[in-house]
Each structure stands twice: as structure tokens, then as C-alpha cells.
């Protein structure tokens, strides 16, 4: 799985545990000794909670840097095995299952490779055909009917987003040199607010559909990876990618393959703000991949007002 360029900085979070290759080398030949002597290599990352390392030429370690990525490596064991034959798109495979061990306090995994790159806002070869693939891969997870889902991460009512989303935007006025229409964000936070809510039963969503988390070859989406928010709940909440990554015609694309009605599109443009608010004071000074998608998502949320 390749990763994005944008290194996280090791003050990223408060409470992050500090890994090196050699760490993982112990852990991989005190768990794993079949691959005791394949090359281990940090992959830089713009992920949040998680370091990744490639092992030899066809697997990838990876490892919650904070406690609260410990329950995504359960999740993604549970249930990855069971979505998989449901969807259109390569996921991760788990081919080993890591514990606590050499001072490391919690679980891990190893996943076979997926090839791929980011994309990039602003810089994909095939937006509409990948929006058709974004689409694909959402309706594909919506149809999913496994029992004893879990609530996705945010999934729940777009109200339970408000305090942490108008502290943020506080926040944000109090750093003129972003350049937030705060009065703006407002404005648009509180008409996904207004909009009703999602009526229906809930459904599967993957939750987390940033381009950290898709992988493309010759602009076409290759894989969808990081799992770790899983769960059922608004299908709002999978619209991210109209926009942190496409561009207005393929975000229409994107639209009416899902057929997404008014409510549900405003819900989703309000929930993709709010995570860009909340992301941009926290990530800006210690994980640029992050806070330059928020940057995007700001500026194109805003810009079609």
C-alpha cells in the first residue's frame, strides 16, 4: 500500500508511542519467524493514528501509534474478511494477527500489499471514471446486509458533530493567517443542520473515505484501505469524496450514480466541513497531508456557496 508523502510530525498527538524498525523487527521475528529475515522499511505517511511498514516485497505492518487505534485493529479483523466478497474493490487482507510484546502495548497486524498510489485534490488523470469507481465502492457498501454491525465512527445525527464543529470554527478566527470565511462555514454548518435527517435503516459505510485511505493506478481506484471506522449509519457520512477529492463535474458524476437526494447531499457537504474544521488548527503545524485536504475541502465547500 503506498502511502502519502506527507510525514507526520512526532508531536502529531500527545499520547503517541514511539516505534522504530527495530521494534518491529522483534516483534515480526518474536510473533512471526517465517519472516523473520525480510527487509523492514518505515513508509512516510499522512495517516493519523497509525505508522505503516513495508515487509519484504509483499506485506505491510501496521501499527496503532495511539491507544485509540488499538480498536481498529479488531474491527478490521472481524469484519474486513466478511466485506470483502461483497465489493467491487481490493481491501486489506490480514495475514497475520501481532500482539502486545517488546514494550509495544497493543495489538497489530499484517496485510498483504496493495499497489497503488494517493490521489491528489487538483491532480487526477481520470476524475470522472474514478468517481464512477468512488461510487461503485460506496453503493456496493450501503448494500451490504451482515448483522451485528457496529455504529460507524460519526455516524450517527449531523447534530452530534455541533459543539466539537463550532469550537473549531472558533478556533479558526483565531488564525487569521488561514483565511477561513468563518462566517461562511457557519452558514453552511448550520443548513446541514436544518436539512432532515436520514430516515431509513442505517447503512454500511466505510466512514473515513479520505485519499489517504483510496489507492489508484492510471487514475482508476485500485483499493480502499483503513477500515478502522467502520460501521452503519447515515449514507451521508460516505460522500466525502465530492469533496476532498473531485472536481465539480465529477463531483455530479459521483452524485447521480449514488443517486443522492437534496437532504442527504447537504448532510454529507456539512459533515465533510466539519471534519476539514476540526482537522486544520489540530493537524497544521504537524501533519501537512491532513491539513492540506482540510485546506481543499474549505476552500471548495465555500466556494460553491
Known amino acids: 500500500m503506498a502511502m502519502d508523502t506527507g510525514q507526520m510530525h512526532p508531536d502529531m498527538h500527545p499520547d503517541m508511542h514511539p516505534l522504530d524498525d527495530g521494534l518491529v523487527r522483534r516483534l515480526i521475528a518474536g510473533q512471526f519467524p517465517r519472516w523473520a529475515g525480510l ?27 495511539v491507544r485509540g487505534g488499538a480498536g481498529d485493529v479488531s474491527t478490521e479483523r472481524t469484519w474486513l474478511p466478511r466485506l470483502a466478497p461483497h465489493l467491487p474493490t481490493p481491501v486489506p487482507e490480514v495475514l497475520g494477527e501481532g500482539e502486545p510484546a517488546e514494550g509495544y502495548p497493543w495489538p ?3 496485510y498483504r500489499w496493495l499497489a497503488g498510489e494517493h490521489p491528489e485534490a487538483g491532480a487526477l ?18 448494500s451490504i446486509t451482515l ?12 447534530a452530534s458533530l455541533d459543539t466539537e464543529t463550532r469550537a473549531a470554527i ?26 432532515p435527517g436520514w430516515d431509513g435503516p442505517p447503512v454500511w459505510l466505510h466512514a473515513d473515505l479520505m485519499p489517504g485511505n483510496l489507492l489508484v493506478a492510471d487514475g482508476r481506484l485500485t483499493a480502499v484501505i483503513d477500515f478502522g471506522c467502520l460501521g452503519v ?3 451521508a457520512c460516505d460522500l466525502f469524496p465530492a469533496w476532498n477529492l ?27 466541513l466539519s471534519q476539514a474544521l476540526i482537522a486544520l488548527p ?4 504537524t501533519n501537512p497531508a491532513m491539513a492540506r485536504n482540510a485546506r481543499h475541502v474549505i476552500r471548495t465547500v465555500l466556494g460553491e456557496g
Open 282 to 285: 489540530y493537524y497544521r503545524r
Open 246 to 272: 473531485l472536481p465539480a463535474d465529477a463531483r455530479e458524476v459521483f452524485r447521480e450514480a449514488l443517486g443522492v437526494d437534496d437532504a442527504t447531499w447537504t448532510r454529507g457537504r456539512g459533515r465533510t
Open 108 to 110: 497489530w497486524s499484517v
Open 233 to 235: 449509519g447515515d449514507p
Open 147 to 158: 448483522p451485528g454491525a457496529p455504529q460507524a465512527h460519526r455516524g450517527g445525527p449531523v
Open 39 to 65: 527487509a523492514v522499511e518505515r513508509l512516510p505517511s499522512g495517516g493519523t493514528v497509525n505508522a505503516m511498514y513495508r515487509l519484504g516485497d509483499d506485506m505491510v505492518v501496521r501499527l496503532p501509534l
Open 170 to 195: 472558533e478556533e479558526l478566527r483565531g488564525i487569521p493567517q488561514e483565511g477561513v470565511d468563518c462566517d461562511a462555514a457557519v452558514a453552511v454548518w448550520e443548513e446541514a443542520l436544518r436539512a
Open 125 to 142: 488523470s481520470e476524475p470522472v471514471l474514478l468517481a464512477g469507481d468512488l461510487a461503485s465502492f460506496v453503493a456496493a457498501m450501503r
